[in-house]
T-cell receptor
Framework: GESVGLHLPTLSVQEGDNSIINCAYS??????FIWYKQESGKGPQFIID?????DKRQGQRVTVLLNKTVKHLSLQIAATQPGDSAVYFC?????????????FGGGTRLMVKP | GAGVSQSPSNKVTEKGKDVELRCDPI?????LYWYRQRLGQGLEFLIY????????KSGLPSDRFSAERTGESVSTLTIQRTQQEDSAVYLC????????????FGQGTRLTVV
């Protein structure tokens, strides 16, 4: 995955356009992936998830794509709205002997221009 | 409680003082994570607890940082001899031990060292 603690890359899109946010994950044993949205002043919140036996999952205006061959995850937001402006984090989950372990990517800031 | 609870929500402390931050996870969640998030940056992993297993402390930035967890309940993050560089939002998250399940975040503690 991406290094943590770094300055956030920014994706700027026009209101109404589609947004694509990308994430590279690190562990080929990861079996579950999540996208989180963090609005200003709040903790990250779940948007959508996908299991490793799937390559695509759709929600309301959001789609997550998983490419296990290259260990890549993407989040697509259709018809981006001002309320979508936030920081987006991907997370990968794998199971060690003790239980679930979730690791977060570095995040991307999405800015929606009116 | 209904969600992950962190206290205090805000803390202002003088440089050199010790601070203690508290996290109450969701009942039944065996996994607990602490993250640090500096202004405008991503999530910096600090420490991970999973049940009664030895915690993963690999993210703690210095020996001034320590964390404890009582069984599978409350966790405290302690920062000794605080420095201005410790100013950040400290986020706690919890999740279940097994299965494809998300981690739930608290609202964070905003720490300001003056």
């Amino acid at each position: 995955g991406e290094s943590v603690g770094l300055h956030l890359p920014t994706l700027s899109v026009q209101e109404g356009d589609n947004s694509i946010i990308n994430c590279a994950y690190s562990n080929s044993a990861s079996d579950y992936f999540i996208w989180y949205k963090q609005e200003s002043g709040k903790g990250p919140q779940f948007i959508i998830d996908i299991r490793s036996n799937m390559d695509k999952r759709q929600g309301q205006r959001v789609t997550v794509l998983l490419n296990k061959t290259v260990k890549h995850l993407s989040l697509q937001i259709a018809a981006t709205q001002p309320g979508d402006s936030a920081v987006y984090f991907c997370a990968e989950n794998w199971n060690n002997n003790a239980g679930n372990m979730l690791t977060f990517g570095g995040g991307t800031r999405l800015m929606v221009k009116p | 409680g209904a969600g992950v609870s962190q206290s205090p929500s805000n803390k202002v402390t003088e440089k050199g003082k010790d601070v203690e931050l508290r996290c109450d996870p969701i009942s039944g969640h065996t996994a607990l994570y602490w993250y640090r998030q500096r202004l405008g940056q991503g999530l910096e992993f600090l420490i991970y607890f999973q049940g009664n297993s030895a915690p993963d402390k690999s993210g703690l930035p210095s020996d001034r940082f320590s964390a404890e967890r009582t069984g599978e309940s409350v966790s405290t993050l302690t920062i000794q001899r605080t420095q201005q560089e410790d100013s950040a939002v400290y986020l706690c998250a919890s999740s279940a031990r097994r299965g494809n399940t998300e981690a739930f975040f608290g609202q964070g503690t905003r720490l300001t060292v003056v």
